[in-house]
């Protein structure tokens, strides 16, 4: 193959090459450049560059990736790309890419990450999200808007709820203007009890049915302890909690009748370590942790996987009016308030919403079908705890 396959290759012409019998076997094809840098070809007859097996091996077995891949002969020249790459560092990837290999040296490109069917995304990871229908709850949030965004790019249909409706409309505009072909909306107050079962319901009206729920609907309130009333706490319980917890309970039955489904709820590391002045965020968030474990263990036989994410603290609108909000209690600056939070976190910056976001959209994908029950933290290092 092209690119690093190296000079001193010789390429098989189609119906030419050795046969390798059985599928399963495989052959090595010396390019004496020492250990683990021989090309390997497969039963099928495709050969594989020793950079593609080395570092995306995965990615070498994928059978759209070889049959998307179009082989041309490089122009003749006394120098393979690979020479030029390892021996001429200075050369920019445009004059990298413009040296020519030997006639008898073929290359590989990749198809379009757009394609359908391409087999490879973002350096080689497909996450099958294609035609796959998402439900977001808390979509017009920071984070909820995030996920939209992924979600869209990687090629899933969408239905969005939030309780404002101007706000899903500018969201639904910008995510048409990005190419999202398939996007519904439904502005809901999911503190109503009913509503669940309402949303569940128009999403599988519109759509036919639902693949995949990310809650990220619920944000707390806090404070000192012993000035929280008792509202901030059933507010907290009811929509942090019970709306995820009916939102769930609404999309469940489908997914198991189905045998597949996907369902990730945005939690907060407040959960496991909890913050003295967000104590009803943190105690709806150690519910919801439990009942991830807990119920993911019970739909696991039915193709259902259920997973938290736990984002540390992490740019946002809502996270400036929190700020805001503790330094008009303490007497310090928003900006003071903040730098308390960074020198806690080892990397020594907030997340950012596209972060957590491509996080939520693996665990959502089939690129992780054996990964349930977990709460996946990123709070840049942040957390102490081990389990």
């Known amino acids: 193959m092209g690119g690093y396959a190296g000079a ?35 039963a099928d007859g495709f050969a594989v ?15 759209n990736w070889r049959a998307g891949a179009a082989v041309r002969p490089f122009r003749e020249t006394h120098e393979s790309i690979h020479g030029a790459w390892f021996r001429h560092p200075w050369l920019t990837h445009s004059q990298k890419g413009r040296t020519a290999a030997p006639a008898n040296i073929a290359c ?26 998402a439900l977001i709850t808390g979509a017009t949030g920071g984070l ?16 969005l709820c939030a309780r404002t409706e101007s706000d899903l409309a500018e969201l639904a505009a910008e995510l048409v203007k990005s190419d999202c072909e398939n996007v519904r909306c439904q502005a809901v107050d999911l503190t109503s009890p009913e509503a669940a079962i309402h949303v569940a319901a128009s999403a599988e009206k519109a ?21 929280i009333p008792d509202s901030v706490w059933e507010d907290s319980l009811g929509l942090k909690f019970m709306a995820t917890i009916r939102m769930i309970r609404a999309v469940l039955p489908g997914m198991i009748e189905r045998r597949y489904g996907r369902i990730v709820t945005l939690v907060g590391n407040s959960g496991r370590e909890p913050d003295s002045r967000m104590l009803p965020g943190a105690a709806a968030n150690a519910g919801l ?27 946002t609108g809502r996270w400036e009016g929190m700020m805001e909000s503790f330094a008009a209690r303490s007497g310090k600056t928003p900006e003071q ?11 020594k910056r907030l997340g ?35 389990l």
């Open 337 to 347: 308030e903040e730098q308390g939070f960074l020198d806690a976190i080892p990397q």
């Open 108 to 133: 590989c490109s990749m198809p379009d990450r757009r394609s359908e069917n391409c087999g490879i995304m973002r350096a080689g990871m497909d996450l099958q999200l294609n035609g796959k229908v």
């Open 289 to 315: 942790l439990a009942v991830t474990a807990g119920l993911a263990r019970e739909v696991a036989e039915h193709g259902v996987v259920i997973n938290a994410v736990n984002p540390g603290p992490t740019r």
């Open 8 to 42: 001193g290759t010789v390429l098989y012409p189609r119906g030419a090459r050795p046969s390798l019998g059985d599928s399963g076997q495989c052959a090595v094809l010396p390019d004496g450049r020492g250990p683990g840098r021989d090309r390997l070809l497969l």
């Open 144 to 159: 909820g808007a995030a996920c939209a965004h992924e979600l869209a790019r990687e090629g899933a249909t969408l239905f």
């Open 352 to 386: 950012t919403t596209g972060e957590i976001a491509r996080l939520v959209a693996f665990l959502a994908s089939d690129a992780a079908p054996h990964v349930t029950g977990r709460s996946i933290t990123a709070d840049g290092g942040a957390s102490r705890a081990i």
């Open 49 to 63: 560059p020793w950079i593609v097996r080395q570092c995306f091996p995965r990615l070498a077995l994928n059978p």
């Open 207 to 227: 759509f036919g049915r639902v693949d995949v729920l990310v809650n990220c609907a619920g944000a707390s309130a806090g404070g000192l302890f012993w000035e």
